[in-house]
């Protein structure tokens, strides 16, 4: 019986975003796991560190400085990527975020921003690097880091909303367009994760242990809104990513995987003060 592997020896990975928070986590451990792997990201030192992390762990790595806003820059990435490797079978879309301001109070040039980083740039990625896996005849494996909030309302969020429930149709049609070379497409989808971008570090190199503590109040509202009673860890994201990534998953593809502590499960349901299940206004 074939028990499978996680090994991810001799593949090259790209990953948007790369430099920080879930995308750093995710480079990581794909490098962990024997894959090569370039990032982008708009901050170069972050990208930078990450690549030093992956050849660390003996891997080549390759940082590409670059805003994933722009069609031309995520293209011209992967190419690189594909060209410094000599092959590309994982990618990783995983650049996005997101400002909270109600619908009504946005303009035009406020959509087209979140649409160009949530959803734009995934396209064009996967665009450029679908006819690498496919010339390389080994399939591939295309993961899209969407959100819970892509399934349930999410009031300050539209766009943002918007863009990542249409990543999990793309996901999922994909899929299907993608079956026959092989190209397994998924989603993972997380909820509240402690990153640079959740909690206020827009500068500089991106290392998780180093991000700022949560404060009393908001540690007691995580506790009794996810029932594992934390926050998630970039590294999890990671976890998800290399078993996604690997011949452990080879029957999976088109699913949005929930990484998110059990809250899409919950449903609404919370922890009272006291600790037992309720839901709103009881709470
Ligand atoms: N952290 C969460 O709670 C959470 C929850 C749900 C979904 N997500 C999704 O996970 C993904 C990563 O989130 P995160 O919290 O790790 O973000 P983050 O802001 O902590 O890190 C994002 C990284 O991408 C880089 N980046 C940002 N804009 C870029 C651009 N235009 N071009 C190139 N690089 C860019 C940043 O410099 C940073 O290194 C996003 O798609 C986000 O929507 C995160």
């Not at 293209?75 to 594909?82: M, T, Y």
């Not at 539209?158 to 149709?169: E, M, R, S």
């Amino acid at each position: 019986m074939d028990t499978g592997t996680l090994a991810l020896d001799g593949q090259a990975a790209f990953v948007t975003g790369g430099g920080g928070g879930i995308g750093r986590a995710i480079a990581i451990c794909l490098a962990a796991h024997g894959a090569d792997v370039a990032v982008i990201d708009v901050i170069p030192e972050r990208g930078e560190e990450v690549a030093g992390q992956v050849r660390a762990l003996g891997r080549r790595a390759l940082a590409i400085p670059g805003n994933v806003m722009e069609t031309a820059t995520v293209r011209d990435a992967v190419e690189a990527a594909a060209k410094e490797f000599g092959r590309l079978d994982i990618l990783v879309n995983n650049a996005g975020g997101v400002t909270r301001r109600k619908f009504t109070d946005l303009v035009e040039k406020n959509w087209q921003r979140h649409i160009d980083l949530n959803l734009t740039s995934n396209l064009a990625a996967t665009a450029q690097a679908i006819p690498h896996m496919i010339a390389g005849g080994r399939g591939g494996s295309i993961i899209n880091v969407t959100s819970i909030e892509a399934s349930r309302a999410a009031p300050g969020y539209a766009v943002y909303a918007a863009c990542k429930a249409g990543i999990n149709n793309l996901t999922r049609t994909l899929a299907v367009e993608l079956s026959d070379h092989g190209i397994r497409v998924n989603a993972i989808a997380p909820d509240f994760t402690r990153t640079p971008g959740t909690t206020g570090v827009f500068t500089g190199p991106a290392d998780s242990a180093s991000l700022p503590a949560m404060s009393t109040q908001q540690a007691d509202v995580i506790r009794r809104r996810i029932p594992l009673t934390r926050p998630g860890i970039d590294a999890e994201c990671g976890h998800l990513a290399v078993f996604l990534a690997s011949a452990m998953a080879s029957y999976i593809t088109g699913t949005i995987i929930p990484i998110d502590g059990g809250t899409w499960g919950s449903g609404g349901w919370i922890r009272d003060k006291a600790g037992a299940w309720v839901l709103p206004p009881d709470a």
